[in-house]
């Protein structure tokens, strides 16, 4: 019967792809729309011949198609008549399976609901065997809090305390209710709480006679007693006014040993910033030694309670100490004249810049200690609170606090103060410092030396390296503000007032006046005119304003080197802040280089550029069209003209004498300055003569004269500037004007050309002997 079922399956399945393939081809018949009525004439009919032919040869494919699967149909049926047997054995299988799962269901219920009974009576025995516990310690609480307190074994009472507070009591009463122990628990209650209150009072008794009398182990005996007794406040309150009353013994003693210190002892102008420094050490070494006590029996996050009391007794002390401080120094006084000189720099007495000298390196030192002790009580609040095991919330509360405190305290405050009046009178200390640099300078004898510029760089790195001392980023920007702000006002206006001044060039020789100015000097006296000094003058403030830009650079490295190290834990908005202020000295430094080419270019127009105008117009007055004959008594003179070696000379003579009197720095640039100028106005004079063939070749060699002397006397590269006149040398040596083809384009590698092709041809026709025509036709 499933084989005749399978058979019927098949015959179905074949009908309907039959079906599907006939309801296929109406559609394609459909598809091609032949109007069978509407064909007219033979042509139309075989179209549509053709056309069902195409349908026919297509259906046949897809019928084809279709039997060729039919072994592929009758395989899958043949599968499923196999696995048919197993199918019903898996179906009983599935039944069986169920119902089993069923009734493993309803027994897990039943076993579950035991369980949570079995579980429920566990639990309250264990409550009652707990309460049980709990009854049994509170009697033994009870009678051994007695026994320990006439023993005055406050320890052990403190102990019993301790496990009779960690009790439920509302628990025990309950329990009490429920049983006939009522009167008896009750009873233990009140002997328990008046034990409490009878050795709160003992303790706090205690404590008290034990830090009057000094007894430092009864201390500490005593304050690990506290937290056994739910008083944890009461015991780090107590203790830690005891640890103040050490703080202020200590600080009163170094105070009056300050006070009575010899002013002649090494260490007597920083003998507060040492006092200051021996109280911050003290608070920070009973720190260090009671943090352990404290986290060990009143847990971590409890010493910024200990800190709070102690930072308000360090605030009493403080002040005390800068208040000695500033009368001993009479810092009041000084400040005060201070401030209003730098208001009014013209109204009042002037007072002594090395008077505030030795007071500064104290004021910065005393701030360094600050510091470093605001940094440790950081460090070691800021660790304890993490360590404790607390919510996110109270700790950022925490450290909240702790960050008030530091910055509220009565010692921030003070330093900020301090570092307010620091900062003016470094001002004040700078500023004078440097004009009496400047007007040292101004008196100095010798016009040819000057310590001006080391002077006053000197001084304004002592201030900056104090302000570094000081650990205080702000001070440091502050100062550093101070410093470009004087480089660029006052150091400025007295170089760039001199150099306006100009170089002189009366009707004196140059070279003259610089050689009568150093014999003079050297036999020991200055017998020059006002011309000659104003010159030497001059030349120095070159030198100066050379050495300016220098020492410029340099401080700035090292500033950007010793800020790092002064400031290894500075945060990010401190570190730019630091390279704001460093990066402002660029900018400064920008100002005496413009001013130093000012000054340079100048000396170049004064003093070179009239011997090269006079011997530029020789030059165009030569002439340039050379004979053999003329050219041989060239070769036989060192291969130059006359007057090229006058050039040389007088040349040679005027750089000689500035080499004396300029840096190696600025002598180069003069040389660069005199080798630009040259070669502009040669160039020009160049383009307005006319050269035969000797006479360009005779113009090559004196054009390498002059670059090979020029070379010789700087480290500096001159060649490159005489490019442009070297190539129109080559030009003017060319045989013939096709010759130009050779070198323009031979290799690129070789020469890179200067000269434009327009500025080529204009070249070539400065040879009288080449054919405008020819010119005309080279292609470059």
Partial sequence: MARSRLTYNYDYEAKQTANAFADENRTTDTSTNIDFAGLKNLDDVISAYNEICREEDKAKKELENLLNQQPHLEAKVMSLQR????????????????????????LAENISSKVRQLDLGKSRVSECMQRVEDILDLKFCTDGVSTALENEDYEQAAAHIHRFLSLDESVLRRSAADSNEGSSL????????????????????KFDKAVCDGDVASVERFFKTF?????????????????????????????????????????ANVIYADTLTLLFESIARIVEIHQPLVETYYGHGRLLSVIEILQKECDRQVK?????????????NKAAVVAKLVENPNEGEKLDPRELDVLLTEMTLINTRAELYMRFIRRRVSGDIEVASQEEDVKQEQLKRLSVLIKDCELSRAMQELVGIYITMEKYFMCESVSKAIILDRKEENPQTSNMVDDV????????????????????????????????????????????????????????????????LQQGRLQASDTEKARAVYLKTLDNAEMACEYIRMLRRKLEEEASKSFPNSTEQEKAKLESGISDLSSVTTKFQL??????????????????????????????????????????????RSFIQDFIMKIDETLNSFKVSLSSSNYDVLVSLLATELTKQLEKAVLECKFNRLGGLQFDKELRALVTYLTSITTWTIRDKFARLTQIATILNLERVNEILDIWGSDPGSLTWRLTP??????LKLRVDFKKEDIKKLKL
């Fill in 83 to 106: 696995m048919l047997p197993n199918l019903q054995l898996v179906h009983t299988d599935a039944k069986q399976l169920s119902s089993m799962v069923a009734f493993t269901s309803t």
């Fill in 186 to 205: 009750e009873e233990a209650f009140s002997r328990l709480h008046e034990a409490e209150f009878k050795l709160k009072t003992i303790v706090m008794q």
């Fill in 227 to 267: 937290p056994l007794l739910n008083q944890h406040t009461e015991g780090l309150k107590k203790f830690s006014t005891y640890l103040c009353s050490q703080v202020t013994e200590a600080a009163q003693g170094n105070l009056k040993s300050a006070q009575s210190s010899d002013p002649n002892e090494k260490r």
């Fill in 320 to 332: 005390k100490i800068l208040d000695d401080f500033k009368l001993n120094r009479r810092f009041a």
């Fill in 457 to 520: 760089f000197f001084i304004l790195k002592k201030c900056i390296r104090r302000s570094l001392s000081s650990s205080s980023v702000d001070c440091v920007c502050a100062m550093l503000n101070h410093t470009c702000s004087l480089l660029e006002e006052t150091f400025f206006d007295v170089l760039n007032g001199r150099i306006r001044q100009g170089f002189p060039s009366g009707g004196i020789d140059l070279a003259q006046t610089i050689n009568v100015i150093q014999s003079s």
């Fill in 595 to 640: 001013i130093l080419n000012t000054g340079m270019t100048e000396l170049c127009e004064k003093a070179v550029t009239p011997c090269i105008e006079t011997w530029v117009e020789k030059f165009k007055s030569t002439n340039h069209e050379v004979s053999e004959e003329k050219f041989s008594q060239y070769e036989a003179n060192d291969g130059l």
């Fill in 758 to 763: 327009t500025e080529v041809r204009t070249a």
